[in-house]
């Protein structure tokens, strides 16, 4: 369980609310880690909450790509998060081989950017960067191949079993390319909808874990229907589980 996250914006109308009481009941679900989100948007709340509540933050997302990156990294660096995730790219950018390697030389300078602040970066995708194929291989895998070895990953595996993908094999390939991997489970609508805790889908979650043991594990919800929170505590359940 010391490699288990929960994504902030699973439960972002709570936090959005009250965010300070969102973070003591995450806490009181047994979690000690967070991935949060909008870094810069939250930072007062990051700085001071995170500790009062015996949170770390290993992993945040922020847009990266198209912003002034400096203030980003310097929120990061001063709350500890030691990797920050540009969280999508438009699928309209992972048709054409010369969009792909826009987007991977972007993050690639960014990447220079964070480590004058002592922080990494990282990209999380969705269905469609596995649903588009360059040359019989997915449009992650050919910007994977562009990407700085300072940039990592972290998968999805909800949106890549969602875009035709076998999640398990691909992170074998991408080995330890991958930082994190986002464990969610459901009946893979790409609207998010229908999705449940861990364990209870159509996501092979067992073989995802086995993919990747060194991955950091952060549990998310785009969508629930019912107690955000109650699907959280489900999730974490499963991990107790398979820790037996």
């Not at 699973?10 to 009250?18: P, Q, Y």
């Not at 700085?47 to 509540?53: A, I, N, S």
């Not at 035709?164 to 998010?192: F, Y």
């Not at 991955?215 to 991990?239: K, M, N, P, T």
Request: with cysteine.
């Amino acid at each position: 369980m010391s490699t288990l996250s929960v994504q902030l914006y699973s439960v972002r109308d709570a936090f959005a609310a009250d965010p300070t009481d969102t973070l003591r009941r995450i806490a009181a679900l047994g979690f000690t880690r967070v991935e949060p989100y909008g870094v810069t948007q939250n930072a007062d709340v990051l700085r001071k909450g995170l500790p009062e509540h015996g949170l770390t933050a290993p992993t945040a997302h922020a847009q990266l790509i198209g912003v002034d990156q400096d203030p980003v990294f310097a929120v990061a660096a001063e709350c500890g998060i030691g990797v920050v995730i540009d969280p999508y790219v438009d699928a309209e950018k992972w048709s054409a081989p010369a969009d792909i390697s826009a987007t991977a030389a972007a993050l690639n300078e960014a990447a220079a950017v964070a480590a004058k602040h002592g922080v990494r970066i990282g990209y999380h995708n969705h269905w469609w960067e596995l649903e588009s194929r360059i040359d019989g291989r997915s449009a992650l895998e050919v910007f994977v191949d562009q990407l700085d070895p300072a940039v990592v990953l972290e998968v999805d595996t909800y949106w890549a079993t969602a875009g035709g993908e076998d999640a398990p094999a691909l992170l074998r390939r991408l080995g330890a390319k991958v930082h994190a991997i986002h464990v969610k489970d459901g009946d893979l609508a790409t609207d998010g909808t229908g999705q449940v805790p861990a364990g209870r889908g159509r996501v092979p979650v067992a073989e995802v874990l086995a993919a990747a043991p060194q991955a950091l594990r952060v549990i998310e919800f785009d969508a629930y229907d019912g107690d955000v929170f109650e699907g959280i505590a489900a999730s974490r359940a499963y991990f107790s589980e398979a820790d037996r």
